[in-house]
C-alpha cells in the first residue's frame, strides 16, 4: 500500500497554541479510508481536541487494533508514539505500557468488531481495572474490511446493504462501560464535531478510565435506508442529553448562556466539564441513573449522546496497586528486581 505524507511546510501566519504548536503539527498522514467516512471526522476531532488542550505530541501514546478505525491512529498526532496491536489486544497493551510509564498520555482507539467480539473480554477488563485512558470506539456496526458482515453492535432488525435483517441482539459497549466501573463514559456522533471535540478533551483531562462510543457511519456498507448506524438516522434520532463544554484553569473563561440548568464538574487536575443540561431530569453524576435513561430512550430507537456518567473523584490502575509516583521504564534494574531475599519474603507473606 502507498502512503503520501502531507507536505511539511506550514505557513507562517498559522495560529500557534501554548506550546508553540499549530493544528497541522497534531495531523498525520493522508487517510486511505472511503471518502466521507465517519472516521475521518472523529480524527479531525482529535486533532482539535489535542491542539486545544495544548498537548505536546510526544506526550501521547496512541494504541489501536485491527479494523477501519484502528489505521485511523495514522492519520492524526504523527508526531506521537504509536503501536497497532494484534486483532482485540490493544487494552491489554495499553495498560502495560501505563504502567511502564504513567507520564505519557493514553490514548485508545478501537473499533465495534475489535472492541465488541474478538477484544470484549480486553475491553471489559480495561474498564473494570480503572486504566487511565481515553478509551475511543468508531463504531459503524459493520465489519468494513471484510464487505460489510454485521458486527456485534448492529442493532436487531436493522438491514444490511443486501437486504439481510440482523436477528442477533446488540452488544451494547456504553452499558457495560457503565456497569463496569468505568469512571467517564460518553456516547457521541461523528457528524457532532461540536459535542464530540469537548467530550473527547474531558476524556484526555479524566483521572481514569474514559470511554467514549462514536457512531461513525460507513460510507459503504452501512449509511442506507434501514440501517440504524446511518447519518439520517442518527441525524433523526439523536437525543442530546447535554452540551458540553471543557474550560481549562490556565485560560479565560467564557461561556453563553443557555435555557436550563448548569453544572460544572471539577476534573482531578483542575480543568472543569460544564454541563448545561437539555434534559432537566438527566443527572450525569448517577451511574444507574444514566443506564435506565439510555436502555429507556433506546426502546424508542432513540440513540442517546454527550456526557452519560462521569465521576469527578476518579481513581486509576496505579492507585489501586499503590504503584511509585517514578515511572517503572526510568528505574535501574536493581531497583526493579531486588533480588532473592525480597522475593523470599514476599513469598513467606503469602502463606
Not at 493544528?23 to 479510508?33: F, Q, V
Not at 478509551?135 to 438491514?159: C, H, P
Request: glycine share 10%.
Amino acid at each position: 500500500m502507498t502512503y503520501i505524507a502531507k507536505p511539511r511546510l506550514h505557513h507562517p501566519t498559522l495560529t500557534t497554541n501554548k506550546v508553540g504548536y499549530t493544528r497541522r503539527d497534531y495531523e498525520g498522514r493522508i487517510s486511505t479510508l472511503c471518502a466521507g467516512c465517519g472516521h475521518d471526522s472523529i480524527s479531525a476531532a482529535v486533532i482539535q481536541a489535542c491542539w486545544e488542550l495544548d498537548i505536546e505530541p510526544h506526550r501521547v501514546a496512541k494504541l489501536s487494533g485491527i479494523g477501519c478505525s484502528s489505521k485511523t491512529p495514522d492519520y492524526f498526532l504523527g508526531a506521537s508514539h504509536g503501536f497497532n496491536t494484534v486483532h482485540g489486544r490493544m487494552p491489554s497493551a495499553l495498560t502495560g505500557a501505563n504502567l511502564a510509564n504513567r507520564d505519557l498520555l493514553y490514548l485508545g482507539v478501537s473499533g465495534d468488531g475489535d472492541s465488541a467480539s474478538i477484544g470484549l473480554g480486553q475491553f471489559a477488563n480495561a474498564m473494570r481495572r480503572g486504566v487511565r485512558m481515553c478509551y475511543i470506539v468508531e463504531n459503524n456496526g459493520v465489519y468494513g474490511l471484510t464487505k460489510g458482515q454485521f458486527s456485534a453492535t448492529a442493532d436487531r432488525g436493522s438491514k444490511s446493504k443486501k437486504g439481510v435483517i440482523n436477528s442477533d441482539s446488540p452488544v451494547d459497549l456504553v452499558a457495560l462501560a457503565l456497569q463496569l466501573g468505568a469512571t467517564y463514559v460518553a456516547r457521541s456522533f461523528s457528524g457532532d464535531k461540536a459535542q464530540l471535540v469537548p467530550l473527547i478533551k474531558g476524556a484526555m483531562a479524566h483521572g481514569g478510565a474514559a470511554f467514549i462510543d462514536v457512531i461513525s457511519p460507513c460510507v459503504t456498507f452501512n449509511n442506507h435506508s434501514g440501517s440504524t448506524k446511518s447519518y439520517d438516522y442518527v441525524r433523526q434520532h439523536n437525543d442530546a442529553v447535554s452540551r458540553i463544554d471543557f474550560i481549562t484553569p490556565r485560560s479565560e473563561i467564557t461561556t453563553s448562556y443557555a435555557p436550563g440548568e448548569v453544572v460544572d464538574v471539577q476534573q482531578h487536575d483542575g480543568t472543569t466539564l460544564r454541563l448545561r443540561k437539555l434534559h432537566a431530569d438527566y443527572d450525569p453524576t448517577d451511574r444507574y441513573a444514566a443506564m435506565s435513561y439510555m436502555q429507556t430512550h433506546q426502546a424508542r430507537g432513540e440513540v442517546v449522546t454527550g456526557l452519560l456518567y462521569v465521576d469527578p473523584l476518579a481513581t486509576d490502575l496505579h492507585t489501586a496497586l499503590n504503584t511509585s509516583d517514578t515511572p517503572l521504564n526510568t528505574m535501574r534494574a536493581d531497583i526493579l528486581c531486588p533480588g532473592t531475599p525480597a522475593l523470599e519474603k514476599i513469598n513467606a507473606s503469602l502463606r
